[in-house]
């Protein structure tokens, strides 16, 4: 089992080697200041992909790397086995450190874009697009936002083409359910 995961997980990187496009109609955010946005976020939502299957309360932690790049610890607990997981990896800007365009390895070489497509102007929330928009995640820094924040940040990724029951969403946000399990 845990041959097929790692398959799969090798999979993905390898689609996005080289990968770090923006995907049509998604404009990184002008503006970003690093520091702001460094420390802990919550997973509020996330399209579905093999390497987070499963996973609850999921957190994504930024750092700064000695090499002046970005560590990216990502963690959550399996909903299954109960156990916690965790992946380190590293991201890097990917043109000017004023936009939020950045690329993110958990392997080796192998990168993927991570586009900030929009961002709360309190840096307490963002929508995040990967290198095509099969891969998403709405991240705030309360593991209780804002409903009416959540709402905009759905509407957003709405306008860029990811549609409201393609989420799956870990926080509710006081939002009507539509739920759908990450189990």
């Given at each position: 089992m845990r041959i097929i995961k790692w398959a799969g997980l090798f999979s993905v990187l390898m689609m996005q080697l080289g990968c770090t496009n923006v995907p049509d109609k998604v404009e990184p955010v002008s503006g970003f200041?690093?520091?702001?946005?460094?420390?802990?976020?919550?997973?509020?939502?996330?399209?579905?992909?093999?390497?987070?299957?499963?996973?609850?309360?999921?957190?994504?932690?930024?750092?700064?790397?000695?090499?002046?790049?970005?560590?990216?610890?990502?963690?959550?607990?399996?909903?299954?086995?109960?156990?916690?997981?965790?992946?380190?990896?590293?991201?890097?800007?990917v043109e000017d450190e004023t936009v939020g365009r950045l690329k993110v390895s958990f392997f080796g070489p192998f990168y993927g874009g991570y586009n900030i497509a929009k961002l709360a102007e309190d840096y307490s929330m963002v929508l995040v697009i990967g290198p095509s928009l099969d891969y998403a995640w709405i991240l705030a820094r309360s593991d209780q936002p804002d409903a009416s924040q959540c709402r905009e940040f759905y509407e957003a990724a709405e306008q860029i083409g990811i549609t409201e029951k393609s989420w799956i969403r870990l926080l509710d946000c006081g939002l009507p359910a539509n739920f759908k399990s990450p189990a």
């Amino acid at each position: 089992m845990r041959i097929i995961k790692w398959a799969g997980l090798f999979s993905v990187l390898m689609m996005q080697l080289g990968c770090t496009n923006v995907p049509d109609k998604v404009e990184p955010v002008s503006g970003f200041e690093l520091p702001r946005y460094l420390g802990q976020w919550h997973e509020v939502a996330r399209l579905d992909h093999s390497f987070e299957r499963n996973l609850l309360q999921v957190t994504a932690t930024y750092s700064m790397r000695e090499d002046g790049g970005v560590r990216v610890m990502n963690r959550g607990i399996d909903a299954q086995s109960g156990k916690a997981k965790q992946a380190e990896g590293k991201a890097y800007f990917v043109e000017d450190e004023t936009v939020g365009r950045l690329k993110v390895s958990f392997f080796g070489p192998f990168y993927g874009g991570y586009n900030i497509a929009k961002l709360a102007e309190d840096y307490s929330m963002v929508l995040v697009i990967g290198p095509s928009l099969d891969y998403a995640w709405i991240l705030a820094r309360s593991d209780q936002p804002d409903a009416s924040q959540c709402r905009e940040f759905y509407e957003a990724a709405e306008q860029i083409g990811i549609t409201e029951k393609s989420w799956i969403r870990l926080l509710d946000c006081g939002l009507p359910a539509n739920f759908k399990s990450p189990a």
